[in-house]
């Protein structure tokens, strides 16, 4: 796991360092609070500040600031409701579909704001990918899965560089050896953890920066989750993840560092080791010693 540098927060590209010091907060007084840990970072691939999330009147994600660092996996974790999965959506604006919603702050991709209302969203989804909690395969082959996001990009002229992109990317998500034989079968027939691998291949195929992944090995059983957690690892060497979870115990294998969101507030981001062994805010220790969530 590397060291993040603190920084501040805007502009994301001119920060001073500087210590985030804890604000103890309960139940009864978490309307004034600061989040400790390192929620920043100096070599940050998306960079968030001052994220406010509305539901028509009801306000579900309160002044979140964070940093996700180049080739780094970060794990969001928290009670459900807390706003973790909402704050993830934002990340390539998923909630844009949903009509009450509506998102204020900063989103950074490097030195380009997301949130722009010039920014188009396709080419966006592209650079910044999603896999769902539930596997959500195409009703067409495997090899039309994979490939359908290199089509309507153009990323390949000629068939064989279709077939270089479907081959890579399903073993990129280690499942070229288990399809490899019967690419036009539909993806629809393959098990629940193979599912997910070839949503994964099909986010892969489009050559994203970042991956999203929201729960997903929530519905997989104990072998499909281990091969899921050991592609992230593998994943990231060549794609910044972000991965929202609840089980605390996959956040603590796959993660560099881990986020605790409490109420629509983000609580703590450290180092995972230090979150699970010895976080900073008492409520970060409530919740993983499961006195609530």
């Known amino acids: 796991m590397n060291d993040s540098a603190i920084a501040e927060s805007t502009p994301p590209l001119k920060r001073?360092?500087?210590a985030v010091k804890a604000?103890?907060?309960t139940e009864e007084n978490s309307d004034a609070y600061t989040t400790v840990g390192q929620a920043f970072s100096e070599n940050a691939k998306m960079s968030?500040?001052?994220v406010d999330v509305f539901y028509g009147e009801k306000q579900a994600i309160y002044d979140v600031n964070l940093d996700i660092g180049t080739n780094e996996v970060v794990a969001m974790i928290?009670?459900?409701?807390?706003?973790?999965?909402?704050?993830l959506r934002c990340l390539n604006r998923m909630n844009d579909t949903i009509d009450t919603c509506r998102v204020t702050g900063n989103f950074f991709l490097e030195d380009q704001n997301i949130n722009d209302k010039k920014m188009d969203v396709v080419p966006l989804r592209a650079r910044v990918g999603m896999v769902f909690q539930k596997p959500n395969p195409f009703p067409k082959s495997i090899y039309d899965n994979v490939a359908y996001g290199?089509?309507?990009h153009g990323l390949a002229d000629r068939r064989?560089?279709?077939d270089e992109i479907v081959e890579t990317s399903l073993q990129k998500a280690g499942l070229w050896n288990e399809v490899k034989d019967r690419l036009q079968q539909p993806g629809t027939g393959l098990s629940g953890g193979q599912q997910q691998r070839l949503c994964i291949a099909r986010t892969i195929a489009v050559s994203p920066e970042v991956i999203l992944m929201d729960e997903p090995c929530s519905a997989l059983d104990p072998i499909a989750t281990a091969k899921i957690e050991e592609l992230i690892d593998e994943l990231s060497q060549n794609y910044t993840?972000?991965?929202v979870t609840h089980s605390m115990q996959q956040a603590a294998r796959v993660s560099h560092r881990?986020?605790?969101f409490h109420l629509g507030k983000l609580i703590e981001v450290n180092e995972t080791e230090k979150v699970f062994t010895n976080p900073d805010h008492d409520l970060t220790e409530a919740y993983i010693t499961g006195r609530f969530g």
Do not use: H
């Open 258 to 260: 881990t986020a605790y």
């Open 78 to 87: 928290g009670p459900s409701g807390c706003g973790k999965s909402t704050f």
């Open 23 to 25: 604000n103890k907060i």
């Open 48 to 50: 968030m500040t001052n």
């Open 160 to 162: 064989s560089d279709l």
């Open 150 to 152: 290199a089509r309507i």
């Open 16 to 18: 001073e360092k500087k």
């Open 241 to 243: 993840i972000a991965i």
